[in-house]
């Protein structure tokens, strides 16, 4: 083995030695919070997609319509640039719909009759939708139309704003943990000041001396990132026994999901670069002032 | 192996140690380094491993002067020279085997060999049987056998030692002394700080006396 990985190996062995349990707990806690917020936004953004109400339009005909009239509008559609995606729903599949949800088909046996009027839903530039909502009532056939972007939107809203403040949560701790990071390395070099000093006078280079400080800001923010992933995956295990029964309560099934991979590893290394920088901003301030005399 | 010529250092404030010294230090010789306390013995020591740099004039130490040396070559030109302190600087939350280990650390010993060195070096000093002891349990004079065997265990070819006898009774300092001159005697360049003057006659080595900032 090199002599550079041997020292290497031993700046790490040193800095796990002096790896301090509690200020990883403290950074884990604090890192659980915008950690968890995310995967409690991507959840719930997950079930917005599902919906995928904001750039939708229904437009129901009249239920007297004929086939052909829904055939000549659907072609009027599908040759208009504002609009994405036509999908033709007939009556009768749109009934099939309906039946499949829980406790409809006894209400369906007893109208006796279909209902549903056929239906287009179309998908636009989210832009155009309110002109094109317009548009599409004036057509003759057309009875009503159903923007239903209203309320998706100030969901959206209200998730972006969501999402501003996990991004703010995340960079006002992650300057904490720098802070935090820094301290813990100041009081090292304090308690170390002799081996320091001794080691400077013995022949020992500036970069020897730095590496495990290094090593020190690194693990303990990555150990602090695992430990708010650990906070985060607890938190939402428990949260998540409650809303089972909720959503079970409408007919519905929903959970939180955990953080992606790679979103987990993002937390991780996140952690263990401003662990990093922390320890390289504290060794740069404080290394300096111990020279043997 | 060490020249000074008209080294002069001031600290800053204005105080002078040394005003102009010069002498040189044949590779293999032993000196000793005379003076009253506060003579500038210290501050001259301090000028060789580059811990203080000159006002002015140079030190050339192994051929390298020191006083123009970068900041980062200071750590391999201190490797090649053994420093013995009055106050050890043993650090006492390790072993005695570990102090000496301390510097081959530093220079990426393989670790076998690190500790075959760091037991012959502690065996020249008598101390072998005490490795597992810590610096604190042993008396002045073992620890400083101990501060010797860490400053020779990279095998410097110069060994510096400011009063390393002046905080012991006569039995210990004469084994002290002894140490460093059967450590001469294999060809390493000694050079020794004391006061006690009685100490130096008896050697009958090369005598530098320092006083009021010049070498006589």
Redesign the interface.
């Known amino acids: 083995m090199s002599a550079w990985l041997r020292q290497h190996r031993q700046a790490l062995g040193s800095a796990l030695r002096r790896l301090g349990v509690l200020n990883a707990v403290v950074i884990g806690v604090a890192l659980s919070l915008p950690a968890g917020g995310y995967a409690l936004l991507d959840s719930l953004r997950g079930v917005a997609g599902r919906l995928a109400l904001d750039t939708q339009l229904s437009v129901f005909l009249h239920p007297e319509a004929k086939r052909a009239e829904a055939e000549a509008l659907g072609k009027l559609l599908r040759a208009d640039g504002r609009i994405l995606r036509v999908r033709f729903v007939p009556r009768d599949e749109a009934l099939k719909d309906l039946a499949a949800v829980q406790g409809m088909p006894e209400v369906i046996e007893a109208l006796g009759r279909n209902p549903l009027p056929d239906a287009f839903v179309v998908t636009s530039e989210p832009r155009s939708l309110e002109a094109l909502a317009a548009d599409l009532a004036r057509l003759p056939p057309v009875a009503h139309v159903q923007a239903d972007a209203a309320w998706a939107r100030r969901l959206a809203a209200l998730a972006a704003i969501g999402r501003l403040a996990v991004w703010l949560l995340s960079a006002l701790l992650g300057i904490g943990l720098v802070a935090v990071t820094f301290n813990t390395i100041r009081l090292q070099i304090l308690t170390q000041r002799d081996e320091i000093e001794v080691s400077k006078l013995i022949g020992a280079t500036d970069a020897f001396i730095r590496r495990p400080f290094y090593y020190l800001g690194l693990l303990q923010g990555v150990v602090g990132g695992a430990v708010a992933l650990a906070i985060v995956a607890a938190g939402l295990w428990g949260l998540n026994q409650e809303v089972a029964v909720l959503a079970q309560s409408y007919g519905a099934r929903f959970s939180f999901t955990f953080l992606s991979p790679g979103d987990a590893s993002a937390v991780v290394l996140f952690a263990g670069v401003l662990g990093w920088l922390g320890a390289q901003l504290s060794v740069a301030r404080h290394l300096r002032e111990i020279e043997p005399r | 192996m060490v020249s000074f010529s008209a080294v002069a250092k001031r600290y800053p404030g204005g105080q002078e140690a040394l005003k102009s010294v010069s002498f040189s230090l044949e590779p293999g010789e032993l000196a000793f380094l005379t003076g009253r306390s506060g003579a500038g013995k210290s501050t001259l020591l301090k000028l060789i491993?580059a811990?203080e740099r000159p006002s002015a004039g140079s030190v050339i130490v192994n051929g390298q002067n020191v006083a123009a040396l970068k900041r980062?070559a200071i750590?391999?030109?201190?490797?090649n020279i053994g420093?013995v302190f009055q106050d050890q600087?043993?650090?006492y939350?390790r072993s005695v085997f570990d102090n000496v280990m301390?510097?081959l650390?530093?220079?990426?010993?393989?670790?076998r060999e690190a500790a075959r060195r760091a037991r012959a070096a502690l065996d020249k000093v008598g101390l072998l049987a005490r490795e597992r002891s810590n610096p604190i349990q042993l008396s002045g004079g073992e620890q400083q056998r101990v501060a010797i065997a860490?400053?020779v265990v990279?095998r410097p070819a110069l060994l510096i030692a400011d009063e390393p006898t002046a905080n012991l009774d006569a039995e210990s300092a004469a084994r002290v002394l002894e140490i460093f001159v059967a450590f001469n005697q294999v060809g390493v360049t000694v050079l020794l700080a004391t006061h006690d003057q009685a100490l130096v006659e008896c050697y009958g080595k090369r005598r530098l006396h320092l006083e009021a900032g010049r070498i006589e």
């Open positions: 491993p811990i980062g750590p391999y030109l201190r490797r420093l600087k043993l650090l939350d301390l510097p650390a530093f220079s990426g010993q393989a670790p860490r400053a990279n």
